[in-house]
């Protein structure tokens, strides 16, 4: 199993940002974690492969999206009115299942490399 994240950056409050997930392998859930400076990892999104039901962080409700596209293997963040508190290291992680917890920390079976986002004021 391996998740590779894509598509984090700079942007301003407000504005938008898409990252991706490519993943190889027998995978039941993906899952986005991020990390801001200081702060403990906190589960932000998942989404189960078969079903594709999805869960939230209370925090992002309304502004993210994830959604996954199977025959690609991939599964996509798409992240509307960033806020500064938005900044964060963001992994994706191969999970064991997707739930109201997120899948995180019990379920990451895989981590990625992580993704930088950085939402300025």
């Known amino acids: 199993v391996q998740v590779v994240e894509s598509g984090g950056g700079l942007v301003r409050a407000g504005g938008s940002l898409r990252l991706s997930c490519a993943a190889s392998?027998?995978?039941?859930?993906i899952g986005w974690i991020r990390q801001a400076p200081g702060k403990e990892r906190e589960g932000v999104s998942c989404i189960s492969r078969s079903d594709r039901i999805t869960h939230y962080t209370d925090s992002v409700k309304g502004r993210f999206t994830i959604s996954s596209d199977n025959a690609k293997n991939a599964v996509y963040l798409q992240m509307n009115s960033l806020k500064p508190e938005d900044t964060a290291v963001y992994y994706c992680?191969?999970?064991?299942?997707?739930?109201?917890?997120?899948?995180?920390?019990?379920?990451?079976?895989?981590w990625g490399q992580g993704t930088q986002v950085t939402v300025s004021s």
């Open positions: 992680a191969a999970l064991l299942y997707c739930d109201h917890g997120l899948g995180y920390p019990g379920g990451v079976d895989h």
């Open positions: 392998g027998f995978i039941e859930a």
